[in-house]
């Protein structure tokens, strides 16, 4: 099975900047695509950002580019998202996934194969 573990998300005050990490003990994430989506309560799940295996490429949803960077720590096996200026918005989880299959970068949840429990976010003052 499969086990993805997100953490770093929290309160932060807008402006503000918060570090997500997503790990896992059961493969080696750099021969995987990442992708990381976020969902507010009654919202559908939205694509932040994507990187193929070996950090072949990079992808952004519109409203973070410039402000998110996703990047891989193959020493510690990990995938961050480093994300700046954050925005007020509704609390949301944060969630990583992996997908197996393609070479291209997706920004959409159906292509993925597995994903973490999430962590929260909450951009208030």
């Known amino acids: 099975q499969v086990q993805l573990v997100e953490s770093g998300g929290g309160l932060v005050q807008p402006g503000g900047s918060l570090r997500l990490s997503c790990e896992t003990a059961i493969f080696t994430m750099k021969y995987a695509n990442i992708g990381w989506f976020r969902q507010a309560p009654g919202k559908e799940r939205e694509a932040i950002s994507c990187i193929t295996r070996n950090a072949g490429s990079t992808d952004y949803a519109d409203s973070v580019k410039d402000r998110f960077t996703i990047a891989g720590d193959n020493a510690k096996n990990a995938v961050y998202l480093q994300m700046n200026s954050l925005k007020p918005d509704a609390p949301a989880v944060y969630y990583c996934?992996?997908?197996?299959?393609?070479?291209?970068?997706?920004?959409?949840?159906?292509?993925?194969?597995?994903w973490g429990r999430g962590t929260q976010v909450t951009v208030s003052t």
């Open positions: 996934a992996v997908r197996w299959d393609g070479a291209a970068c997706s920004m959409s949840a159906s292509d993925y194969n597995a």
